[in-house]
């Protein structure tokens, strides 16, 4: 019977979308309306006069009432239509989304098993050694990843492996080498040498659908850094989650119980601790998946990434208001749907939830 109720309530959850869907592109269309900076005036700078600037206006219709244009745009999203960006010579957002939001999901998913792949046992051991060194250790470089910036560590790991080491695999020129860079490509020819397909935008998966190995561990090497320096401070808190979950589950009366039958400390962890534990982590490894798309903003920049996040520098220096919607209006949507996720995993881990 749960399963059913768990399938409605998912349901339900995916229709109160629809009310947040218009709530999320009105804040993300007042955000560029309500810029005290004339648009227009940024896109032309000294190259027009005023009746080309009139021109403009009318055509991108930030002549219409405020409530029309916001309909106009609605419409626009409903088609998957972000619309032009006038500093980047008027191409449709959408060509820039189709490589540069790949790219940052590749990196963000790889920060992301980096973050739980690392924090989570951590967090265990930390939990099950408390006040001996193996948690003196952990709280240590938990208090570091919440302390450290960004942006600086992606600097001194630049400096380190590729400054220092001089590991060329770990330059920072993008997703790949300057000689594969040229092999993945769109559109390519299915038997073309060295050819590449540009089919999902990620490049591990890609490389892997041509059998290409090299193109693989190239790709890899490239996102070994940026994504590590991404996933530290995530990997702090879910460690720091994980360890205060542990000790508070390891004191209920039902793990007493089960040390008191005899099961062994690996079982009572694995088996009966680990789990409801993992409910108040598994919101906070939710939760940090859309914080670590604002993240990539420093370290895709650090690291010279072709992602969203350098995609977003460019635009916010040049007031490309358009470019800026479209980056607000995707971000939220990640929030939103990682919210949705961690809600049905959490129901799902957890019995005592009313799907109601």
Known sequence: MRPVRLLVYVVRR?????????????????????????PVHAWCGQKCDAGQMALIREWAGFDLPWYQQYWNY????SHFDFGLMPSQGFRPVSDELVTRFPATVELTSVAMIFAVILGIPTGIISATRKDHLPDHLTRAIALSGVSIPIFWLGIMLLWLFYGQLRIEQFAPVGRLSFVNQSWYVEGCPPSGPGCVNRVTGLVILDSLLRGR???LLDG?????????ALAYTTMALITRMMRSSMLEVLGQDYIKAARAKGLSERVVIKKHAKRNAMIPTTTVIGLSFGGLLGGAVLTETVFTYPGMGQWAVSMLVS?????????TFITALVYVFANLVVDIVYAYLDPRIKLE
């Open 14 to 38: 995916l229709l109160l979308l629809v009310p947040v869907f218009f709530g999320v592109t009105l804040i993300t269309f007042a955000v560029g309306f309500i810029i005290p900076t004339d």
């Open 319 to 327: 007031l490309d208001f358009t470019g800026v919607m479209a980056l």
């Open 74 to 77: 609605v419409v626009r999203l």
């Open 213 to 215: 190995g090299d193109v």
């Open 220 to 228: 890899l090497a490239h996102l070994i850094l940026p994504a590590f």
